[in-house]
């Protein structure tokens, strides 16, 4: 099972500031097969990010992922108010498809 | 527009059963893979299952092996997850999930609303 280790747990910005968010995996991910989710409270989690840089349907140009092997980061250039949220990595390149245990941008 | 609307949570003893329905809309669902995924309030996201676009071949994570049994009826746009010897620690919020490609390693790009389910007695 590859293992995801995000971090910190919580992170805190000012609007405008960029924040950088990363994500580690406990092995290589195959094709780089890592996407990123957004989850604002009482909602589903949404796809912001795939294929490790590739940016979903919606997404804002204002976010873009970089990363490769086990080494992966959420960068978002300049933060929004509707961007405070709780960001989640998961690999998809094999069973079990996990997740990080997410980061929370706070204010 | 793609929908997914979940629905059979709700509250069971320990050691009972649930059955979980996923309806599917705006898509076909036999041309895809499908996962449930679910999220204790407050925590994080974990996959518990996938099944194939013709339900010929599942997986299931290690904590819900033996338990938990996923199925789907293509013919009636919907998915299924039945819960069997549920315990305290299954109680979750249970999304069901649409990946983007055809098989289950792709990207989750759609997601139900949830259904909450709570083991107590």
């Known amino acids: 099972e590859i293992v995801l280790t995000q971090s910190p747990g919580t992170l805190s910005f000012s609007p405008g500031e960029r924040a950088t968010l990363s994500c580690r995996a406990s092995q290589s991910v195959s094709r780089n097969y890592l996407a990123w989710y957004q989850q604002k409270p009482g909602q589903a989690p949404r796809v912001l990010i795939f294929g490790a840089s590739s940016r979903a349907s919606g997404t804002p140009d204002r976010f873009s992922g970089s990363g490769s092997g086990t080494d992966f980061t959420l960068t978002i250039s300049r933060l929004e108010p509707e961007d405070f949220a709780v960001y989640y990595c998961q690999q998809y390149a094999t069973s079990p498809w996990t997740f990080g245990q997410g980061t929370k941008v706070d204010i | 527009e793609v929908q997914l609307v979940e629905s059979g949570g709700g509250l069971v003893q320990p050691g009972g059963s649930l059955r979980l329905s996923c309806s599917a809309s705006g898509f076909s669902l036999r041309s895809y893979a499908m996962h449930w995924v679910r999220q204790t309030p407050g925590k994080g996201l974990e996959y518990i299952s996938a099944?194939?676009?013709?339900?010929?071949?599942?997986y299931y994570a290690d904590s819900v092996k033996g338990r938990f049994t996923v199925s789907r009826d293509n013919s009636r746009n919907t998915l299924f997850l039945q819960m069997s010897s549920l315990r305290a620690d299954d109680t979750a919020f249970y999304y069901c999930?649409?990946?983007?490609?055809?098989?289950?390693?792709?990207?989750?790009?759609?997601w139900g609303q949830g259904t909450l389910v709570t083991v107590s007695s």
């Open positions: 099944i194939s676009g013709d339900g010929g071949t599942t």
């Open positions: 999930v649409k990946v983007r490609g055809t098989g289950p390693n792709s990207w989750f790009d759609h």
